[in-house]
């Protein structure tokens, strides 16, 4: 499986990089390429940091509860599903890891999370 992206996502919107250098990422078990990806300049995270600071400053966020925040990633998590490769894809390609272990690995992470938010939440 090969991941290739052209873009960065900056902003809440997919940018065109400041430069057209990029970056091969190999996977540490067999030396294949498994990806490509903008190689991000100076100029590319200054544009991040602006961002993320004007969403922080300028948005919702920071005046939510946690319990709304949790509420919030709740809502948008179904989006996500599909989006991007399922993570144990992307660690067996870029590690040894197998399926089955990666697999666990999150689902254990994955109830350990929500049982936390649950006694968080009350």
């Known amino acids: 499986m090969m991941l290739e992206y052209d873009h960065l996502f900056i902003g809440n919107r997919w940018v065109t990089p400041a430069t057209a250098s990029v970056l091969e990422v190999r996977s540490p078990a067999t030396l294949a390429l498994v990806g490509r990806s903008p190689d991000g300049s100076p100029d590319d995270m200054d544009r991040a940091v602006l961002a993320a600071r004007d ?59 929500r049982a936390h938010l649950r006694r968080a939440l009350g």
């Open 55 to 113: 969403a922080f400053d300028a948005g919702p966020w920071p005046t939510l509860s946690f319990a709304q925040r949790v509420r919030a990633r709740d809502v948008l998590a179904p989006t996500w599903v599909g989006s991007v490769p399922s993570p144990p894809s992307v660690c067996i390609a870029m590690s040894t890891s197998s399926c089955g272990v990666s697999n666990l690995g999150m689902t254990v992470r994955s109830r350990c999370t």
